[in-house]
């Protein structure tokens, strides 16, 4: 029996009308105990539905939803032991950060000192020191979204769930509160869903990753399995950057992209396929490989970015061999490497 959360067969639909379409399409996953996973999928896909379900503030329509060993399916957010933070992560405007940390504390019961003392430590656990007489309009965004952090920590929930936490504050700051958000998740051995819509945040945190689409699953896995191994044209594209060529699939596996002839896989029918090419998993210069044409070059500090026409049509490329530039007009071959390239069903 696991400690942590699983769903079973989760399924959604708003309202009374049987005819509504249903957000969530009977979707099955666990968060094992002390790990993070992201749901991870475009607007409209049934993340914020999913967590909700998890938070105990929508209930599903069908399917079961256990935590710690136990069907929470019919309890009510308070008797879940879970704590959510949100988009907008509300702070009370008119309360100091101290008290906004021990709030919940003290609406549990928990005399004054006590609930001051856990705000004080949840707030140095979050890296806010000396800042307890303040008023949220009196810090930073980044200082705000400490202050909310340590609000939901200090309620020490077994289950910690996140939706796009980080979403209304500027990129650099977004990549700071990530790490500080996975590093706490693991130096407390938090049980953590964590909702996002961006591929980059969602491949840095995590230890797992469900990409939803149209309320369903679409593939689960480690960050390298997802981005390495995409299983559809849909996750492929929306785990990173990727080209898809169509391709044949020879019946004894082999995959023939233009010249260029890819590994055995044979897990594939044979037949038209598709193939995702990561910009980054082009080799320029091979002896042997596709004819190219270099259209557009662009220097980007640690990569360059090349445009070359071929035969496949135009390929975009990410090199990050910077002692040998090429310029536009130059002709040269691509090859491809065997990682970042995935062969997937035409159909998907
Ligand atoms: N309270 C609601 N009532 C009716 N439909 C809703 C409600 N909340 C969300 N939906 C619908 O459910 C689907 C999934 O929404 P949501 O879970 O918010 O997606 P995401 O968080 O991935 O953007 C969408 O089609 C949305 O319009
Ligand atoms: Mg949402």
């Keep these: 029996m696991s400690n942590g959360i699983e769903l079973h067969n989760v399924t959604k639909r708003y309202g009374s009308d049987a005819n509504a379409p249903l957000a969530v399409k009977g979707i099955s996953f666990e968060v094992p105990e002390g790990t993070l996973t992201t749901i991870l999928g475009p607007s409209g896909c049934g993340k914020t539905t999913t967590l909700r379900m998890i938070a105990g503030l929508e209930s599903p329509s069908f399917g079961s939803i256990i935590m710690g060993g136990r069907d929470v399916t019919t309890l009510g ?3 879940r032991n879970v704590s959510m933070m949100f988009q907008s992560y509300a702070l009370f405007p008119h309360m100091n950060v101290i008290e906004n940390v021990s ?69 650099r700051l977004r990549r700071e509160m990530r790490e500080e958000i996975r590093s706490l998740q693991q130096r407390l051995g938090l049980t953590v869903a964590y909702v996002t819509h961006d591929q980059s945040e969602a491949l840095a945190v995590s230890d797992q990753i469900i990409v939803m689409d149209h309320g369903v699953i679409a593939q689960r896995g480690t960050p390298q399995q997802l981005y390495g191994h995409p299983e559809s044209e849909f996750v492929a594209g929306f785990m990173g950057e990727a080209m898809v060529f169509p391709a044949v699939a020879q019946p004894e596996g082999r995959v023939e992209l233009g010249p260029l002839t890819l590994p055995l896989r044979y897990d594939i029918a044979p ?22 044409t270099l259209r557009k070059a662009a220097y980007l500090g640690s990569v360059y970015e090349y445009a070359f026409d071929t ?23 691509l090859s491809l490497a065997m990682h970042g390239v995935s062969v997937v069903p035409a159909a998907a």
């Design 271 to 292: 037949g038209v396929v598709k193939v995702a090419v990561r910009p980054e998993a082009w080799q320029i210069g091979a002896a042997v490989g596709l004819p190219a």
């Design 311 to 333: 035969a496949l049509g135009s390929v975009f490329v990410v090199s990050a061999d910077l002692s040998r530039p090429l310029t536009a007009g130059a002709q040269t071959t």
């Design 77 to 79: 957010p308070a008797d």
């Design 103 to 171: 709030y919940g504390l003290k609406m549990s019961g928990v005399r004054k000192n006590e609930a001051m003392a856990r705000a004080r430590d949840a707030l140095k656990g979050v890296g806010l020191v000396g800042f307890d007489e303040r008023l949220p309009s009196e810090l930073s965004g980044g200082q705000q979204q400490r202050v909310a952090l340590a609000r939901a920590l200090v309620l020490e929930p077994a289950v910690l769930l996140f939706d796009e936490p980080l979403s209304n504050l500027d990129a």
